[in-house]
């Protein structure tokens, strides 16, 4: 209840600032997309690690925001050309987001289907890659900004095992988290990462992976506990029937042999618990499949406003402190951490705060 209040709020407070960000990001504004289809990895130069970018044609701002969206597929088929994946990502690039669709590494299906290690290992691999995808938006921010983006300001989410790694990479923090028994865990990422570790072994190295906020159709996680209150926002959109990624928690497609994930019927009140931000939209008496023929489904296009709707409070252009400017001397202007990168707050960790009139404050808070 705290959380859904405080989200309210934020949600009234941007509406009243809303011009601050020109009318971007909640309605469709652009008519027409560009897709670029590019290699994001400088280690593998293959079809798994090709992602298709999108942005509005016309669109001059240098500064949005960036979403990457995963395909589904049960991590053993599926392409960024997914209708959903295309539809989500236009919708979006609309709005007047970089968007990109992408590729990531797939496993054996008998492999898949008979070894809780290899399943670990898949998406761990998937993490790797969609952290790559990450850093090479970060990159190429670096080298002329060819894409017109925020660096700071990067979500990521995708449908069924899309989601499910989109969620894994944001709140798996340390390798210690990882179980090592029955399956050891920890021994993968080091296998998959080598001296990266949770980075992985999929390139662009020296940038951020880190993620603005999560946003997860059909997906899950496998322990419920990794969901902490320093972690990002999560926004869910599910069915409440859904068994193949279990809206409560069960095996993946309602087998035993595949790992158990925990869907948005146990994930928000947990998110509520830790008083992590978060939103969730339930379809009753629906099953997995509703987001698979994307814009047919009029639970996909509700599915993607209440995802636009959840985004827009958390975007640099409602920075809520900007409302005080004309009475106030001094605002807040950024947060940054201790090596200079912008960042929000994040509790119980050193933080410094500048302010409009060029002042600083080093902040902890708890």
Not at 25 to 41: M, P, R
Not at 238 to 259: A, E, F, H, K, S
């Amino acid at each position: 209840m705290k959380k859904t209040l405080s989200f309210i709020i934020i949600l009234l407070i941007s509406n009243i600032i809303y011009s601050q960000c020109n009318g971007r990001y909640q309605a469709e504004i652009f008519n027409s997309i560009n897709k670029n289809t590019v290699n994001y990895s400088d280690v593998y130069n293959d079809n798994e690690h090709e992602m298709d970018v999108y942005s509005a044609i016309n669109d001059t701002a240098t500064n949005r925001p960036v979403i990457l969206y995963l395909h589904g597929g049960s991590y053993t088929g599926g392409d960024k050309s997914l209708v959903d994946c295309i539809d989500f990502c236009e919708s979006m690039a609309k709005r007047g987001y970089v968007t990109a669709s992408i590729n990531y590494r797939l496993a054996n299906i008998i492999s898949f289907l008979t070894s809780n290690e290899t399943q670990y290992e898949t998406v761990l691999k998937s993490v790797a890659d969609a952290k790559a995808a990450i850093r090479y938006f970060r990159k190429s921010y670096d080298n002329g900004n060819p894409y017109g983006i925020d660096p700071s300001t990067i979500f990521i989410g995708g449908y069924s095992a899309g989601a499910v790694t989109a969620i894994h990479l944001a709140y798996i923090d340390l390798i210690s988290d990882l179980p090592t028994s029955p399956v050891n865990v920890q021994a993968i990422v080091n296998n998959v990462g080598g001296s990266n570790g949770l980075e992985g072994d999929a390139g662009n190295l020296g940038y951020a992976s880190s993620v603005s906020g999560v946003i997860s159709f059909a997906g899950g996680i496998n322990d419920i506990n990794w969901i902490d209150q320093n972690d990002e926002p999560l926004v869910s959109i599910q069915g409440d029937l859904d068994l193949t990624v279990n809206y409560n928690c069960g095996p993946v497609m309602n087998n035993p042999l595949i790992l158990n994930l925990c869907g948005a019927g146990v994930m928000h009140p947990k998110a509520d618990d830790v008083n992590l931000l978060n939103d969730k939209l339930i379809f009753n008496g629906t099953d997995h499949s509703w987001a698979a023929a994307g814009n047919n489904n009029p639970k996909f296009v509700q599915a993607v406003d209440f995802t636009s709707n959840f985004l827009f409070p958390l975007l640099p252009c409602n920075n809520t402190t900007n409302i005080s400017e004309e009475i106030k001397e001094k605002v807040l202007v950024k947060i940054v951490d201790m090596i200079g990168q912008q960042t929000k707050i994040i509790k119980n960790k050193p933080l410094i705060l500048i302010y409009s009139d060029e002042s600083t404050e080093k902040r902890i808070y708890h």
